[in-house]
T-cell receptor
Framework: EPEVTQTPSHQVTQMGQEVILRCVPI?????FYWYRQILGQKVEFLVS????????KSEIFDDQFSVERPDGSNFTLKIRSTKLEDSAMYFC????????????FGQGTRLTVV | AQKVTQAQTEISVVEKEDVTLDCVYE???????LFWYKQPPSGELVFLIR??????QNEISGRYSWNFQKSTSSFNFTITASQVVDSAVYFC?????????????FGKGTHLIIQP
């Protein structure tokens, strides 16, 4: 069964450093997403990506964040200068289309900023 | 703006009991989509079900059933004859159909504990 894969599973970084979280969406999916879950809290939408550009972004997704699809398979989330409050689980997801369809999530990358 | 409320923060039942997880949503859209996801202790998010606003038929899948009622803006999830493996955090989520509505709005989740 096809699945969304994320690497690494856990990343520890120092405050102020740049991090890149990587995702390989399901191959025939067209929409890609990043979500964030601070420990013990709800899952929050960050950004959606379609046709090589951002489709929608939330208030959380400020100038510190960027997304990219550098090749035909990978989808990345970059945090330019990490802050302590960026510590969270980051989920990548993908879906075939936008509305009447479910998004499938990866297993997540736990980012710890120290 | 849309909102999803899961009022039950934590539920603990003994194995084989039936349990219902509540979900109430708010949206101004007439077309929208509702979802349930399961997050087991391992942390991943597992898709369980999608429901469209124009389809109010209830659904049953094995021990799982979902009751969608537009009149009360609720989309409740029942597990029949619960098992220890059902222990997880369950999230209800909503997506509108309009522009600028790609992302899912999640509730805060209900932590379900099934005791042996």
């Amino acid at each position: 069964e096809p699945e969304v894969t994320q690497t690494p599973s856990h990343q520890v970084t120092q405050m102020g450093q740049e991090v890149i979280l990587r995702c390989v969406p399901i191959s025939n999916h067209l929409y890609f997403y990043w979500y964030r879950q601070i420990l013990g809290q709800k899952v929050e939408f960050l950004v959606s990506f379609y046709n090589n550009e951002i489709s929608e972004k939330s208030e959380i997704f400020d100038d510190q964040f960027s997304v990219e699809r550098p090749d035909g398979s990978n989808f990345t989330l970059k945090i330019r200068s990490t802050k302590l409050e960026d510590s969270a689980m980051y989920f990548c997801a993908s879906s075939v289309e936008r509305g009447n369809t479910e998004a499938f999530f990866g297993q997540g990358t736990r980012l710890t900023v120290v | 703006a849309q909102k999803v409320t899961q009022a039950q923060t934590e539920i603990s039942v003994v194995e084989k009991e039936d349990v219902t997880l509540d979900c109430v949503y708010e949206t101004r859209d007439t077309t929208y989509y509702l979802f349930w996801y399961k997050q087991p202790p391992s942390g991943e998010l597992v898709f369980l079900i999608r429901r469209n606003s124009f389809d109010e038929q209830n659904e049953i899948s094995g021990r799982y059933s979902w009751n969608f009622q537009k009149s009360t803006s609720s989309f409740n999830f029942t597990i029949t004859a619960s098992q220890v493996v059902d222990s997880a955090v369950y999230f209800c989520a909503l997506r509108n159909s309009g522009g600028g509505a790609d992302g899912l709005t999640f509730g805060k989740g209900t932590h379900l504990i099934i005791q042996p």
